[in-house]
T-cell receptor
């Protein structure tokens, strides 16, 4: 039974527009929620995180939102750039990381 | 550059063969992890080592063994490879717990 779900395998967005990536989870016992970014032939790299006691965290063009009542996590990228094209994984932390299946974001020039 | 180094980058095995995937980190991290990535499945934890001298099973440990050789090195062994173990394997390390992993660049393994 998957604890973390990313229901959209892919997303295409025009350059300059907003990208919204979503993640749903089933278990409320996680301490931190993270987003990782992965380019082809590379390992995932940490992007941004949010504590379970917060509902929003910003870092430049990236904002993560946490809705604990809905068990929903989202990543907003504004404005989107072609270099943002990658696979994005949400991950939930409680001792170790549990990853979602990933969403391939393509930002079109 | 500091980070996590995995060897080899690519490997083709025949069913039943054995091999060891090597991982080393130079960040003095306590915790190390092995994940596999399969299409549509994301990253699934195989084994982890919270500190030198300890190892624990993750979500998908069957068919694998691990050794935490010292603080820097964490190896993953396939004793008798099966086609179902065809995957991309990632090693990662962290200072403590599951926060802020640093990943290696991966090993693409094909079992025929």
């Amino acid at each position: 039974d998957q604890q973390v779900k990313q229901n959209s395998p892919s997303l295409s967005v025009q350059e300059g527009r907003i990208s919204i990536l979503n993640c749903d989870y089933t278990n409320s016992m996680f301490d931190y929620f993270l987003w990782y970014k992965k380019y082809p032939a590379e390992g995932p790299t940490f992007l941004i995180s949010i504590s379970s006691i917060k509902d929003k965290n910003e870092d430049g063009r990236f904002t993560v939102f946490l809705n604990k009542s809905a068990k929903h996590l989202s990543l907003h990228i504004v404005p989107s750039q072609p270099g943002d094209s990658a696979v994005y994984f949400c991950a939930l932390e409680r001792g170790q990381l549990t990853f979602g299946s990933g969403t391939q974001l393509t930002v079109l020039p | 550059n500091a980070g996590v180094t995995q060897t080899p980058k690519f490997q083709v095995l025949k069913t039943g063969q054995s091999m060891t995937l090597q991982c080393a980190q130079d960040m003095n991290h306590n915790s190390m992890y092995w994940y596999r990535q399969d299409p549509g499945m994301g990253l699934r934890l195989i084994y982890y080592s919270a500190s030198e001298g300890t190892t624990d099973k993750g979500e998908v440990p069957n068919g694998y063994n691990v050794s935490r050789l010292n603080k820097r090195e964490f190896s993953l062994r396939l004793e008798s490879a099966a086609p179902s173990q065809t995957s991309v394997y990632f090693c990662a390390s962290s200072e403590a717990g599951g926060f802020g992993y640093t990943f290696g660049s991966g090993t693409r393994l094909t079992v025929v």
